[in-house]
């Protein structure tokens, strides 16, 4: 089904492809494209040979992780395809409300761009059917409910038949598969544009990395016959961190303050009722935090994505409702205050760090509570058997991600299937790799805590939650003990020298390896068939210390990213400048921010934050020095060079 898989490294540097010697002529008026519309020197990775194949009427499947790119993979091939006299490329996108940046962006680039949604007025719509039915418009953008309407659909067929019908982009593709996280009915019904369109190509895009999503797209797209482009999943820019509950808002809050001082930035949570909580206990805290969970009214939502969009510096607390196609580039973190469901959720969720390249951070807490609530779902979803199992062995392995001693970027890589090595060397390692989890010896209290739960089944055969396992083994006299007799079992008290919290996590990692697993409405404790191995000896359990140690953990965390701690410290600058320069690029935002407001659009819409502070860095004195800037295509530089002069002297 794959005719050709090309893995490609992100993490490499650009393709050292320079002005002029693109291999073929459509690679050459792609580069152009790239340089004078966007202002970027080179393509990034496999964006060369993917624009190559789809300005040569190839179909292509992109894989590619959030941030690597891939909105140019279609832009530049429509550009370069309007400008042979290809007609209109039709860009097909599940989220009305992005629109409206997303055009804004092409147009403040140059590119006529246009939507058609339900937002617009008859008579601007009409306008825009116009410029597309005239082949005027390089791009529409348009969510599929639209495209399978007999009323476009009649349209389409209309500019097919003039030859100016150019191509189908498919964002967000895993839309189609019931396995995503984010299904749409309306996608299903997406076939249809290669069997009434069969010449005009198509691309489809995702940042989902499973193989069974890749496979269902294929499938339903009918991208049999495309070429796959398939880039490294590696996030290198994104430090992964996962602490131990103890008290987790106090820890998020401590995580913001020390590591995000007014950084942008998302927080999940599982509850809409913990969303609203936790957003306005952060903003009594002094941050500016809003709620977003598909509770709250269309309105409030969309004003409070606008604000997360266009502010500086907001954090916006949330369910998985939010994040899909949010394109902000300086998300400078993700933290997570339950456990997501498994690690593919985990990966996109913590992917919409980062996507301009700069040092993010993806940051759960996460105890033994999560762990059972996450199986409680599991156990209580009316799904069959099957499916539940599978949902189980999912959450293992997140489990196994969260507790294990080694290098989170090699477990979360090697989950989809990819080979890479530990991140100690990255700019941007993981909390195991900078500095590595105190482990002790753990098997002689595992069996102990095992046996106790073995001599509960054996004394009156019921089962009992982890306080009371822990109470017993610590030789704690409760009621509940008494009530039980559980005070004269020979594993009563066995566990004194263990602190409470130590318990916990002990029974935590017990329930991650899979010794242990809990039941029912009151999470009962409950043997495994694999518990006997350690019951009987034959495994050596060396697990993460905890609870007390938690917070050594913390600050040693702390004290070991001092010396790097500037990078994520002077977000303001996302380069190191000197304190004129650092001026220069205030003045800059200051200007930028007014541009943005006349024009409606999100700051980074008219330059990112890259850009301008290398604008600060490097004094440009003529509109040719501007356009040698990574981020200055000719449209912004004739728009906006004469003021960012202007700016620039003061
Ligand atoms: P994705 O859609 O894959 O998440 P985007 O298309 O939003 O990623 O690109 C991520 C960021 O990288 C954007 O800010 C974009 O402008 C930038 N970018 C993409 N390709 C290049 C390139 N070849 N050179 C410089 N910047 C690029
Ligand atoms: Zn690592």
Redesign the pocket.
Known sequence: MTPYVDVMDASAA?VPTVRGEAPTAHGRAALSV?QTV?G?????NA?AEIVDHVCADGDALVL??????????YQVPAIVRHRADRGVSIVVSPLIALMHDQVGALEEAGVHAAYLNSSLTSEEAQRIEREMMGGRLVMLYAAPERLTTPRFLAQLDSLHERGLLSLFAIDEAHCVSQWGHDFREDYLSLNVLHERYPGVPRIA?T?TADDLTRADIIERLQLGDARIFISSFDRPNIRYGIVEKDNARAQLLRFIQDEHDGDAGIVYCQSRKKVDETAVWLSEEGITALPYHAGLDADVRRRHQDRFLREEGLVMVATIAFGMGI?K?DVRFVAHLDLPKNIESYYQETGRAG???LPADAWMAYGLADVVNQRRMIDDSPAGEEFKRGQIGKLEALLALAETHDCRRVRLLAYFGEPSVRCAAHQNACDNCLSPPVTWNATEAARKALSCIYRFHQNGGQRFGAGHLIDVLRGKVTDKVTQHGHATLSTFGIGADVSEGQWRAVLRQLIALGYLRTEGEYHTLELTASAREVLRGEVQLLLREASASASTARSKRRGAATPRAGAFKDKAPPVPLDAEATERFSALKAWRAEVAREHNLPA?VVF?DATLAEMARAQPQSLDDIAQI??VGAKKLEAYGREILRVLQG
């Open positions: 650009e790239l966007f970027y020197t080179a393509f990034r964006q590619m992780p959030t941030g690597g790119g891939k909105s140019l993979c895009l940042a394109d580039p996507r301009d390249g980074y990112h990574s981020g």
